[in-house]
């Protein structure tokens, strides 16, 4: 039985990314390009849905798991008639973890794929590079899981097409100062950052002003950057400031190698950090010497609600994996696309983009989805602590 439902879920999801490949959808040969004036609804009878994803590259889980995400919500939704009685197709672009090849992408598959909607991406510096274009062609974007403030805000002023299904970084950041502050009772923290990264610095700035406030003591702020190997300098200055814990909002692969190298030096504070290090590459990395160590994220799998369940399932029945965040967050924003699709009245970027706006009590696996006037969700955070090199959930934080 689980078999047979296994079996049809990933046939589901491959005809689903199989549509791409249809007459209906113009493909990238030239000779196919659509003129100017069609539109993605004119292109065809299947509704094309495009995502920018990290799928090689130092963050591959990211665009993976975001990227079976998506699929599964589409074969959910093929599977009960589509939107506006039209399948969906998925057309999904490699962006190996670069922010100019995400723009790239995203201008393609908006101007030339001429989709409906573009989804991802999952890290900020990516989606900041691809919030312009959506803006500038007028297709909407739902960006599944970046934090940073700035995604869908320019100067001040909420971007008009671009969105996001999950919470911002001065929440995130003001989480896990407060369980550091008062849960854990620490009032002395070091924070390592990766200078290079939008989120990393973000999330870094907003831990440190709430620590702050709630009275707490920042000893050491140092920096790296991503695709670093050795972090000893830092390690060794940090450790001589004496710190009770180690904030590191960072990417997973980054995280492991400090994690193991502060061990192998002799630190055994909990380190801190944040929803980029939900991945399976954290802990098959770090094997072990995160333990004891906390990041607040966006679900847990082991919420019991039916919604989160039921999706943990048929995800694994799928790809033979647990879900992790960007996985949740790529399901949420897929469903959230077409649950807008169906109320707006035509597909045209203006309609959508209205739509999407006024998405209000999405039932999401990761909380309900109210988009506010910034175009941001409202929503809790988890807290997910590291033990025997798993992580549990421990507490959910509304906002
Ligand atoms: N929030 C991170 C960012 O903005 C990306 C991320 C989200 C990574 C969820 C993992 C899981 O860059």
Same mark, same amino acid.
Request: proline share 6%; with cysteine; hydrophobic share 45%.
């Given at each position: ?66 990227? *079976? ?23 999904? =672009? ?11 992408? +995203?201008?393609?598959?908006?101007? #030339? ?39 869908? &805000?320019?100067?001040?002023?909420? &971007? ?22 008062? #849960? ?12 290079? *990264? ?48 180690? =904030? ?5 692969? $980054? ?19 944040? $929803? ?14 995160? $333990?004891?160590? =906390? ?5 847990? #799998?082991?919420?019991? +609600?039916?919604?989160?369940? &039921? ?6 029945? +799928? ?55 910034? #175009?941001?969700?409202?929503?809790? +955070? ?6 025997? *090199? ?10």
């Amino acid at each position: 039985m689980r078999f047979a439902s296994a079996m049809a879920v990933a046939a589901l999801a491959l005809a689903a990314a199989g549509c791409e490949r249809k007459p209906a959808a113009p493909g990238p040969s030239p000779a196919r390009a659509p003129t100017p004036s069609a539109t993605a609804e004119a292109a065809g009878d299947s509704i094309l849905i495009g995502h920018v994803a990290s799928l090689t590259g130092d963050q591959a889980t990211y665009g993976v798991s975001s990227d *079976n995400g998506i699929k599964l919500a589409i074969a959910e939704l093929n599977a009960k008639g589509g939107v506006k009685g039209r399948r969906l197709a998925l057309r999904t =672009y490699d962006d190996e973890g670069i922010p100019e090849k995400a723009a790239a992408a +995203a201008t393609r598959l908006a101007v #030339h794929d001429q989709v409906a909607v573009l989804l991802g991406e999952v890290a900020s510096s990516r989606s900041l590079a691809m919030a312009a274009i959506a803006d500038g062609t007028g297709v909407p974007m739902i960006s599944t899981a970046s934090t940073h403030p700035r995604v869908t &805000r320019d100067r001040g002023r909420t &971007r008009p097409y671009v969105f996001r299904v999950c919470f911002v970084d001065p929440f995130q950041g003001a989480v896990m100062a407060k369980f550091a502050r008062e #849960h854990l009772r620490l009032a002395k923290v070091a924070v390592l950052r990766d200078v290079g *990264n939008d989120y990393s610095v973000g999330l870094a700035d907003f831990f440190v002003a709430r620590f702050e406030e709630l009275g707490g003591t920042i000893v050491s702020d140092q920096g790296f950057k991503a695709g670093d190997r050795d972090f000893q300098v830092q390690l060794t200055a940090i450790a001589s400031t004496r710190p009770q814990m180690i =904030y590191v909002p960072a990417y997973y692969a $980054d995280v492991a190698l400090i994690g193991r190298q502060a061990r192998e030096l002799g630190i055994g504070v909990p380190l801190a950090g944040g $929803d980029g290090w939900d991945s399976d590459r954290l802990f098959e990395i770090a094997r072990g010497a995160l $333990d004891g160590s =906390y990041f607040t994220d966006h679900y847990t #799998h082991e919420n019991p +609600a039916p919604l989160v369940q &039921r999706f943990v399932q048929r995800y694994r029945e +799928a790809y033979g994996a647990v879900p992790d965040a960007a996985a949740a967050l790529g399901y949420d924003a897929a469903r959230v696309a077409a649950d807008a699709m169906s109320r707006a009245p035509d597909l045209s970027g203006p309609a959508l983009r209205e739509a999407i706006g006024k998405t209000k009590d999405f039932p999401g696996v990761t909380g309900r989805i109210s988009l506010d006037a910034s #175009h941001d969700a409202v929503k809790p +955070a988890v807290v997910i602590g590291i033990e025997r *090199n798993v992580g549990r959930y421990l507490t959910t934080v509304e906002p």
